[in-house]
């Protein structure tokens, strides 16, 4: 009993001396992963994703390393600008593993390392400006801290890839004076177009009285050029109407019966004009022979003979 017990016992520890043997020397790497092997404390290689081999005792995978995309959220700090304002900037780093050798070699901590180096790059590169550009110059704060990082971060296997500034916090009482600020310039731009507005305004009136004046005018004018047309237009169509008449009563008197039908309308507008005269109440002066109404038919065929045309 007690050889069958040592024999189970010899062949349970045999079999935890393979198992610890083989699994020392199969390596199981993760994708976008990489292992680093020493030989008796010594790099060797660096293992690749996949299944890897290590001897057992001899060699042992001294450090694990993640290639991805790594995020880093650096701590908060104050920083003073170039006019002596105090920043409390919070930041974040993005990084990634290049080289894994120099990744377990180079520092000890290439965490904390670049960590670090990101505060002091960003103390430097806010201490170099005044405190509306840090506001306004986000984009080349982040490009400068890449920059100072990037070139130290290489003897580490680490790339930094960009640094964010995720917030500025001035202090209250500057916070309440930008604010105080920012009112008073607001209110200057709403005066400024308020005053725009109006100006545009009385411009805009000034023109549409103008542009109203002038077409009142020249309506005027052409009103009177119109009247001025329609009066001479009017005497011409007099005149060729008293013409024409005149030469048909002209040419009347030369007819046979021609003068006897002249006395006969000179003596109707004589009576039709004295009746006018006694119907209405009015003062006028008449010839001393008003009466003699044959001495004044007489005259004014006279008159008439002597408008006749010659022949």
């Avoid at 959220?73 to 930041?91: E, F, H, M, P, R």
């Avoid at 200057?188 to 805009?204: C, F, M, P, Y």
């Avoid at 329609?230 to 005149?246: R, Y």
């Avoid at 048909?248 to 006897?260: H, N, S």
Wanted: net charge neutral; proline share 3%; aromatic share 6%.
């Amino acid at each position: 009993m007690d050889a069958y017990v040592m024999t189970l016992a010899f062949w349970i520890i045999a079999a935890l001396v393979v198992f610890v043997i083989i699994k020392s020397t199969i390596q199981i790497v993760p994708q976008q992963h990489a292992a680093v092997v020493e030989r008796l404390g010594k790099f060797d290689r660096t293992l690749s994703p996949g299944l890897g081999f290590t001897v057992p005792f001899v060699e042992k995978v001294a450090y694990r390393h993640s290639l991805k995309e790594m995020v880093l959220d650096v701590a908060s700090q104050v920083c003073i600008t170039k006019d002596n304002t105090q920043l409390k900037v919070d930041g974040v780093l993005y990084y990634q593993v290049t080289d894994p050798r120099q990744a377990s070699y180079g520092s000890t901590n290439y965490v904390l390392a670049i960590s670090n180096l990101a505060q002091t790059s960003l103390r430097s590169v806010i201490g170099k400006l005044e405190m509306d550009e840090t506001f306004e110059k986000r984009d080349l704060i982040n490009v400068a801290v890449v920059k100072a990082l990037d070139e130290a971060a290489t003897n580490w296997g680490v790339k930094v890839l960009r640094y964010e500034i995720s917030d500025l916090t001035p202090p209250d009482e500057i916070l309440r004076a930008m604010q105080l600020q920012i009112t008073a310039e607001r209110t200057k731009r709403a005066l400024v177009t308020e005053s725009e507005g109006k100006k545009q305004e009385d411009i805009n009136i000034a023109q549409g009285n103008r542009q109203a004046a002038i077409l009142k005018s020249e309506g005027e004018q052409q009103s009177m050029i119109n009247y001025a047309q329609g009066e001479a237009q009017a005497l011409l169509t007099i005149a060729q109407a008293t013409a024409a008449s005149l030469e048909r009563v002209a040419q009347a008197t030369q007819t046979p019966g021609g003068m006897d039908a002249v006395n006969l309308s000179v003596a109707e507008r004589y009576v039709d004009a004295f009746k006018e005269v006694a119907q209405k109440n009015n003062t006028l002066i008449l010839p001393a022979n008003m009466g003699d109404m044959g001495s004044m038919i007489a005259a004014a065929m006279t008159m008439v003979k002597a408008a006749k045309p010659a022949g």
